[in-house]
C-alpha cells in the first residue's frame, strides 16, 4: 500500500493496468508504488520536493564545482553530490511523465497534467527552480506532448501557466530570462544549477591551464551558490516523512533511462494513436514543440513528435546538466552522416555560408584531453549553425576535390565559445569548444586573415535558426 492509499482508505481503490514492451526492465517498481498524486493535494507535494532538493542541493562542496568533476568519467567519486542533484531532477521528470500516462481516458491524464501544472505554481512559489524545471521538462516531453485529446481537455488557465514556466527556462541569449529571474530572487530558493554548471564548463575550457580558483568568474558562481546553500532554509514547511519517503523511492537507473523513455512513447502512441488530424491540428498543446531540456535537439536533431519514432537511438544525457551518463565512444558531440543524411548536395551548397579547407585538433574530448591527438584535415562548410566535415581523400591537397563529395559528421555551433587562438607561432589558429559535450578543438586556417573570417562567419551563423530537416539524429 503506498502512502496515497493510505490517506485515503474510505475511498475505493483505483485499478490500473500494467503497460510492458519488449524493452529492457525498467528499475524495480511495484504498480502499488505508482502514486495516485490525484489524491494528494498538490502543494504538499511541491513542498516535499522542494525539502529534499534543498537537502540535496546544500551537501554540494565547492571543490566539486572547481573540479568540474560531474562531466568526468569518475564523476561519482569526485562530485558524488553533484551527480545525486543531477539524478533527481531526471527522476521527477520521468515520474511525472509515468503519472500523467497511468490514467486510461483522457480525462484523467488532463487532470494529472492540471495536478502537475498545480505543483509547478506552488514550486514557483518556494522559488524552487530546480523541480520546476524537471516537471516542465516532463510535460514537454515528446510523449505528453503529442497526447492531443488530452490537450483539449486542459483548462487554458493551465495551459497559459505552463506557457509561462516554460517561457522562463528559454535557452534563448543563454538563459537570458531565467538568469534574470534568478538574479531577483529572494532566498531561501533551490536554483537550476545546470546555468551554473555550463558557465564554469565554459571557463574551464576557455582556460584549460588554469584552475578555476583563479577565474574571478568562476568565483563569482562560487559565491552564488554558497550564498543560496547557506542562507536558504525551508524550515518553515512541515515534513511529511511517508511522503517523503515514496518520493525519494522514485527512482530510474541510468543506464535505462533511454528504455523507460523508449516505453513511455510506446504507451503514448497506445494511448492515442496518431492520426492525420492530430499530426496536423496540435492548437491543444501548450507550445510549439520543443523537447525539454535535451541540448541534442538543439544540435538539429528531429523530435520524436514524428509517428512511431523511438528515443532509443539518441544519445542520453542527464536533463539538468547535460552530461553524457555512459559514453565513450569518439564521436560524442558530433553527428555521423550516412549517404543519405543530406537532401543531396545541391540543397546543401544553396545555403553554405563558407567553406575551406581546415585543419583540425583535438584538445579536450568530453573535458579530458585525449592520450593522442593529430592534426586532420577537412574540408568544412558552414551550413546554417552547423559545420559540415568532409574527409580527405588524399594525403596532400588543400581543394575541394581532394576531398569526399559526401559529409563524414556535423557539428552544430550553436552555444560554442569560437575565438582566435592566442599562439604566437601559429597566427592562423582558432578555438571551437562546445561546454556541453566538454569537446574542445583548435583548427588551422592557412592564415590570419582566414582564420578571423571563419571566426566572423561562425559567430554570426551561431545566431541563425537550427534547420531540424534532413539531420541524421544525434549518435
Same mark, same amino acid.
Given at each position: ?98 503519472? !500523467? ?119 563569482? !558562481? ?5 550564498? %543560496?546553500?547557506?542562507?536558504?532554509? %525551508? ?153 559540415? %566535415? ?86
Amino acid at each position: 500500500m503506498s502512502c496515497f492509499d493510505a490517506r485515503d482508505d474510505d475511498h475505493p481503490r483505483i485499478s490500473k493496468k500494467t503497460f510492458s514492451t519488449n524493452s529492457l526492465p525498467r528499475p524495480a517498481r511495484n504498480s502499488s508504488h505508482v502514486f495516485e498524486v490525484l489524491r494528494i493535494p498538490s502543494d504538499e507535494v511541491a513542498c516535499q520536493l522542494t525539502l529534499i532538493d534543498s537537502e540535496l542541493f546544500t551537501k554540494i562542496d565547492l571543490e566539486e564545482l572547481i573540479s568540474c568533476g560531474w562531466i568526468k568519467k569518475n564523476k561519482q567519486q569526485i562530485a558524488p553530490h553533484t551527480v545525486a542533484y543531477t539524478r533527481r531532477f531526471n527522476h521527477v521528470s520521468y515520474w511525472a511523465v509515468e503519472e !500523467i500516462l497511468n490514467p486510461e481516458t483522457c480525462k484523467l491524464r488532463a487532470d494529472v497534467i492540471s495536478y502537475f501544472i498545480r505543483v509547478s505554481k506552488r514550486l514557483y512559489e518556494l522559488n524552487n527552480l530546480h523541480s520546476l524545471f524537471a516537471i516542465v521538462s516532463a510535460l514537454r516531453s515528446a510523449s505528453i506532448y503529442r497526447l492531443t485529446s488530452t490537450w483539449s481537455l486542459v483548462p487554458k488557465k493551465d495551459r497559459q501557466m505552463l506557457d509561462k514556466y516554460t517561457d522562463l527556462f528559454s535557452d534563448k541569449d543563454n538563459w537570458a530570462k531565467l538568469r534574470e529571474h534568478l538574479d531577483s530572487l529572494k532566498v531561501p530558493c533551490v536554483p537550476y544549477i545546470g546555468v551554473y554548471l555550463t558557465d564554469l564548463v565554459y571557463l574551464s575550457m576557455a582556460n584549460p591551464s588554469c584552475s578555476l580558483k583563479e577565474s574571478v568568474a568562476a568565483n563569482n !558562481i562560487f559565491r552564488i551558490v554558497t550564498t %543560496y546553500q547557506t542562507d536558504s532554509s %525551508y524550515l518553515n514547511l512541515p515534513r511529511d516523512y511517508p511522503l517523503q519517503a515514496q518520493l525519494r523511492y522514485v527512482r530510474y537507473i541510468d543506464e535505462l533511462l533511454k528504455f523507460v523513455e523508449d516505453d513511455n512513447f510506446k504507451k503514448s502512441l497506445q494511448l492515442e494513436p496518431p492520426t492525420t488530424e492530430h499530426h496536423h491540428n496540435q492548437s491543444s498543446s501548450p507550445l510549439k514543440f520543443i523537447p525539454g531540456h535535451k541540448k541534442t535537439n538543439s544540435w538539429g536533431n528531429r523530435s520524436k513528435l514524428a509517428e512511431g519514432e523511438s528515443s532509443s537511438a539518441e544519445s542520453l544525457r542527464h536533463l539538468l546538466d547535460d552530461s553524457l551518463l555512459e559514453k565513450n565512444e569518439d564521436t560524442i558531440g558530433e553527428t555521423e552522416l550516412s549517404t543519405n543524411g543530406l537532401a543531396g548536395e545541391d540543397h546543401v551548397a544553396a545555403d553554405i555560408s563558407l567553406e575551406g579547407c581546415l585543419r583540425r585538433k583535438t584538445i579536450l574530448k568530453n573535458g579530458k584531453k585525449p592520450p593522442m591527438a593529430a592534426w586532420q584535415r577537412y574540408w568544412c562548410q558552414v551550413w546554417g549553425p552547423v559545420l559540415l %566535415y568532409y574527409s580527405a581523400k588524399t594525403l596532400t591537397g588543400s581543394e575541394r576535390s581532394d576531398f569526399k563529395t559526401e559529409p563524414c559528421k556535423m557539428k552544430s555551433i550553436t552555444g560554442c565559445l569560437v575565438q582566435m587562438a592566442d599562439d604566437p607561432l601559429h597566427g592562423d589558429s582558432f578555438h571551437l569548444a562546445d561546454p556541453q559535450s566538454g569537446n574542445y578543438y583548435k583548427f588551422r586556417a592557412g592564415s590570419t586573415t582566414r582564420a578571423l573570417v571563419w571566426c566572423r562567419k561562425l559567430r554570426e551563423c551561431q545566431k541563425k535558426p537550427n534547420r531540424p530537416t534532413n539531420l541524421i539524429k544525434f549518435d
